[in-house]
């Protein structure tokens, strides 16, 4: 009992990074009907950021945090205009290959300005964590796992409750339509792109000290969050969140249960049942070819 | 038109004629595999510090055969398909007689088939035992493999800490699943039962079900092969906050410098096999201290091998006089008492050069030579 806790706590936790990691991925897909290939080297980015800033330059934490999101959010202004921007009259397959471009972009800078090696990041919390009978609670993991839920519930009031939020909906469901009625469409599709770099780099701040930071950490994360949000249902919110937490849960449980070696193999089974059964995911809607 | 044509012929030509034409002191190429990019990026800065120290030093001493050695480098991207593109390349330049690379033993063997190919010496880091078995000639191993890392992890686990029941954490590329083979033979030969084998997949992002899994399991030590750093770092915290405090003798990675530095207390008081620790010989602590002046940073044995391997390679080519493949192999499996960084080099026909370990132990995060455990057969 007390092990099976742990790994639901601990799948948990793991799911949360793949859940938050995956909205990013679901908000710029909504937006501009095309997968960002780069949204995990947001994560890696905001991890970067976070170790020059609190630990080459011993500036607080909190500080550190602040700034790191403010630079991220600068960061995703400038990859719409350099990465999307150009192409937004293109089909979808120019784009996509721009992203992956910018990844491999990313990832080198980041090499090449930083140097290959590993960092460690400390936790928010100076305690790593504590027991509770059988099962150790990882402070750094409780805190993802906070965030999570706080975020996607602002995430909520504002798509649903703020004017600001139904012009983004407008966009993402049809530019042509929102662009006759007045709503800026480039300009939204820009505020996309900062919101999902900065959630990004949010998601880098709290992985940072599990996973710690390396020039790759975003990759590995990336493709979990991508099967995550095909079997929450693409391009659906409720999905990503849901599809992210069981995919952490279900690959836990099989590592324990069944095989270590084969963990990742359960994530992306999960993932070809899905594409085979239901291929437009938990939440997704069987979406009809516009006429 | 006819000017261009002339001028392309003139120089193809002279592309073909250079390596007729050049002089004693052209510098002599030696080819380098290594991970610039890609997870092991981290590594490969270690293994490129190491062999230009080397080169560094050789140029010094005036040479090979009087001409200066040059390193030539190609990214491996730490993937297997890589490290055969990045030998390609290099065995495409027909002036380079020998090459280095890689440390890791799926590269090795993934890029074998083409080193037998090309028949040029390769000096190898990679620990997997098999390695020097293919019955491939142009194999020169620079590190001990991992059979005598095995015994000497079950030889003093049993017979030094006096613990029996074992669990063997392995990653399952090629060196953590060799390494767990040795192992489990290695502790059944001593009269040791393992209680688990449990293996993992490299750059998992979580340990909870392998801590979980020892825990369970009764060990009273654990034995693992670990590949990358950050995995060990994750696994190791995973472990403490479990509550399990086991004894731990882990391989090379255990003690790496990011190794210490990610896992910082969650790796106190465990044991590790190392080929290279400076203070294990007079020749070890020589090259530590050459390479904390040039690096301003502490040497591991990412750099320790290639050093070695630089210069050993170096010295052969000059015993044998001559840059014919053959030549070099037999003057490398000539070679006899080399006090290198890593150990005392003698090469047995298989190509193995070194032949033993040593034992550190992490005492609150420095890391403390503990013995050497050498074997003869």
Known sequence: MG????????????????????????????????????????????????????????????????LTIITMALFGALFN????????????????????????????????????????????????????????????????????????????LFFERTLLGKKLQAVSQDKEMASLLGIPVAFMIALTFVYSATLGGLAGILVAPILFVSVQMGASIALKAFAASIIGGFGDVTGAIVGGLALGVIETFGAAYISVPYKDGFAFLVLFVFLLIRPQGIFGERVAEKA | MRFRTLALVFAAASSVLTPLTSTAADPLKIGMVAPLTGPGAESGRFQMNGAKLAVEQINKSGGVLGRPLEL?????????????????????????????????????????????????????????????????????????????????????????????????????DAFGTNGMKNLTEALQKLG??????????NNSQDFTPVALAVKQSGAEVMGTYMTFEPDQGIFAKQLRQLGVTISWVGSPTTVTTTALKLAGPALYGSYAVVDFNRDSSPAAKAFAALYETTYKSTPDVFSSWTYDAMTVLARAINTAKSVEPEAIRKAILATRDFAGAEGTFNFDQNGDGLHGYNIVRNDNGTIVFDKHVEFRD
């Open chain 1, 81 to 156: 205009l350099g990465v999307y921007y150009p192409l937004r009259h293109r089909t979808f397959l120019p784009v996509i290959i721009s992203t992956i471009g910018a990844s491999i972009l990313l990832e080198n800078g980041v090499l090449a300005a930083y140097g290959p090696r590993p960092q460690s990041l400390p936790g928010v919390f100076a305690s790593q964590g504590f027991s509770i009978g059988p099962v150790f609670f990882d402070s750094q993991y409780l805190t993802i796992l906070a965030v999570t839920v706080f975020g996607v519930a602002l995430q909520y």
């Open chain 2, 72 to 172: 030539v480098v190609e990214d491996d991207q730490t993937t297997n398909p890589g490290a055969v593109l990045a030998f390609s390349r290099l065995a495409g330049d027909a002036s380079i007689p020998a090459f280095v690379g890689s440390i890791r033993s799926t590269q090795v063997h993934a890029m074998a088939p083409d080193i037998l190919k090309t028949g040029k010496p390769v000096m190898i880091g990679g620990t997997d035992p098999q390695l020097t078995k293919l019955g491939n000639p142009w194999l020169f191993r620079f590190r001990p493999n991992d059979s005598y890392s095995a015994r000497v992890i079950a030889d003093f686990g049993v017979n030094v800490l006096k613990l029996k029941k074992w669990a063997i954490v392995h990653s399952t």
């Open chain 2, 192 to 201: 040791a039962t393992t209680v688990l084998t449990q293996g993992y997949t």
């Open chain 1, 3 to 66: 092990i099976a806790l742990q790994l639901l706590f601990t799948g948990l936790g793991v799911g949360s990074i793949y859940a938050l990691v995956a909205l990013g991925f679901v908000l710029i897909y909504r937006a501009t009907n095309v997968v960002n290939f780069a949204q995990g080297d947001f994560a890696m980015l905001g991890a970067f950021s976070m170790v020059v800033l609190c630990i080459d330059l011993g500036w607080p934490y909190w500080l550190g945090i602040v």
